[in-house]
């Protein structure tokens, strides 16, 4: 019977009321108070438990903890729902969690199932295993009341639900040229002093708390008097992170079909999602300090729902990649003002990364670029210590314009598809290799002019990524 509707009776309940009408109709005819009687009882039975179930249910306070509290795609996550009746000996209820649809194993529970003999509190628990990065509505936690005839039904939301931040799974990157240089904790060691001062070049004046250890005995002889070595400053490496967010560039559409769990977004930009919190955390784990902008010269996180500073732009240690991380969970596609409207790269992104001049590398990750948009990089590319940039887009071979403008601006560019594993990009933009078809193969390297060696005069030094 299950045609029956339920939103207020069981299906006993439906019965029950079409026996009283018919029994009604049959006292009316044959002239029999007993059946008058019997049409009574069945269709006054179920209104009024409905009735006593809605005035006499009882009352229920939620709690329900994520563990962890913020999870990656492809991860497992725990859930914990603590349900306390506020009514001693309330009604039996089945319980049932509302999840996105992607989540299909709907978990349903019987309450109460209480912790301990009396008590008001029942706990259960169930896993979750998001395939996508998000934020979503977990909940609310809906319960379905009886009566003790089996007639009558009450629904009703325990709880509004709670928000669950999945972000984009990290990558794990090797180590490449990138990081070259640097200790296995990102630092460099320099000359330059700690405690720039007259007598501060590479020896300096004894002074009290000095560890003996560091006394510079030949230097002591030559002046006469107790030298110490200088300080050796550890500089903190620095890196600025470019992510393309133009709907136009990833191949959006400016009305793109949504819902409630839906993103605005493509595979490509999806692609583009991981690599950057793949890079963002490589990076940050080698205790670089990370700058994040957007495609405008914006602060990259400026538009995500799921970040808790958007303004912010630097990111370091650990608790800076998972902010990277949970900030990029709702990260979305920019939508243009103009259907027909493909805004370029602004200047204003060259103009913020020059400001760092020369203090680490710049990766760019981006989708379709035109002639203009890789000017834009290209005039940001003495700012850098390095500067690497990944081009998502349908085939390699229509960005060859573009990527000959980085390339000979001094940017290790390879373009790709959505297809591409992020691993062999990584490896493939320090040294990267040509392919005998960009239209068929996903990755198409141009290779860099070369560039005349420092203090040469006869001979130029081949480009950076070039084999022997």
């Excluded at 960009?438 to 070369?450: C, E, I, Y």
């Amino acid at each position: 019977m299950s045609w029956i509707p339920e939103r207020i009776f069981r299906p006993r309940g439906w019965v029950m009321m079409a026996m009283g009408l018919l029994a009604l109709l049959l006292a009316q005819w044959l002239g029999r108070r007993d059946l008058l009687v019997v049409a009574v009882f069945l269709l006054a039975l179920p209104p009024l438990a409905s009735a006593g179930l809605r005035l006499l249910a009882p009352g229920f306070s939620v709690k329900r903890r994520f563990s962890p509290a913020f999870v990656e795609a492809g991860t497992t996550a725990s859930v914990t729902l603590e349900v306390h009746g506020t009514t001693p000996g309330g009604a039996s209820a089945r319980i049932t969690e509302q999840l996105p649809a992607h989540l299909i194993d709907v978990p349903r529970f019987d309450y109460p199932s209480p912790v301990s003999p009396r008590s008001l509190l029942s706990r259960y628990s169930y896993n979750l295993h998001p395939t996508r990065r998000g934020v979503f509505t977990i909940g609310p936690l809906t319960a379905r009341f009886g009566d003790p005839f089996d007639v009558a039904l009450l629904t009703r939301d325990l709880d509004p639900g709670e928000l669950l931040t999945v972000a984009p799974a990290a990558v794990v990157l090797p180590e490449i040229s990138l990081t070259g240089g640097r200790g296995q904790d990102g630092s460099r060691m320099t000359r330059q002093q700690a405690n720039p001062s007259d007598d501060d070049v590479m020896t300096r004046e004894y002074r009290h708390g000095d560890p003996l250890r560091r006394v510079h005995w030949p230097a002591t002889a030559r002046q006469g008097k107790l030298m110490v070595r200088a300080e050796e400053s550890v500089t903190t490496p620095e890196a600025a992170l470019v992510l393309d967010q133009r709907m136009w560039a990833y191949g959006g559409a400016a009305k793109m079909p949504r819902r409630a769990d839906t993103l605005a977004s493509t595979p490509a930009f999806e692609w583009a999602v991981t690599a950057a919190v793949s890079i963002a955390v490589h990076l940050v784990e080698r205790s670089y300090s990370l700058r994040v902008l957007d495609d405008q010269g914006r602060p990259g996180f400026q538009s995500s729902r799921s970040a808790n500073e958007p303004d912010r732009e630097d990111f370091s240690g650990q608790s800076g990649a998972l902010a990277v991380a949970q900030s990029l969970a709702a990260l979305e596609l920019a939508v243009p003002a103009r259907a027909e409207e493909q805004a370029p790269l602004a200047d204003t992104l060259a103009d913020k990364l020059i400001q760092t001049r020369r203090r680490g590398p710049v990766i760019a990750v981006t989708g379709l670029l035109t002639d203009a948009d890789a000017m834009v990089l290209a005039a940001a590319v003495e700012a850098a210590e390095g500067a690497y940039a990944l081009v998502v887009c349908p085939d390699p071979a229509q960005m060859s314009g573009p990527l000959n403008i980085l390339r000979r601006a001094g940017w290790q560019a390879l373009a790709l598809t959505p297809n591409t594993p992020l691993l062999q990009a990584w490896v493939d933009i320090d040294a990267p290799e040509p392919l005998p078809s960009p239209s068929t193969g996903s990755l198409h390297h141009v290779p860099a002019a070369p560039r005349p060696a420092v203090g040469a005069t006869s001979a130029a030094a081949p480009s950076p990524g070039a084999k022997p």
